[in-house]
Nanobody, 121 residues
């Protein structure tokens, strides 16, 4: 069984910073990519940032230059450093991992339980 455990989010003022982390554990053979998605009330879940096992990153336009994703492959952990936060960044943030649990399996997506990030103006 695979678990993705996220750190707690929090409440931060606009312009502030917050760092999220997420660790994948369980019977994992390989992880192709990890990342973060978010969902604000009334909105669809959207990609925030993703990083593959080669370190190649992909960011949503709305967070480029403010958020930085990084990954520790040895620890199966992904981080999201969020700077210059804006009220519109308020959402539930979900950790994501594309991984395989058996050799020769295709990778499939797994999700964390979500953590609330609230940015006050």
């Amino acid at each position: 069984q695979v678990q993705l455990v996220e750190s707690e989010g929090g409440l931060v003022q606009a312009g502030g910073s917050l760092r999220l982390s997420c660790t994948a554990s369980g019977s994992i053979v390989r992880i192709a990519s990890m990342g973060w998605y978010r969902q604000a009330p009334g909105n669809q879940r959207e990609k925030v940032a993703v990083i593959n096992n080669s370190g190649i990153t992909d960011y949503a336009d709305s967070v480029k230059g403010r958020f930085t994703i990084s990954r520790d492959n040895a620890k199966n952990t992904v981080y999201l450093q969020m700077n210059s936060l804006k009220p519109e960044d308020t959402a539930v943030y979900y950790c994501y991992a594309l991984l395989a649990i058996r050799m020769y399996d295709v990778v499939t997506p797994y999700w964390g339980q979500g953590t609330q990030v609230t940015v006050s103006s």
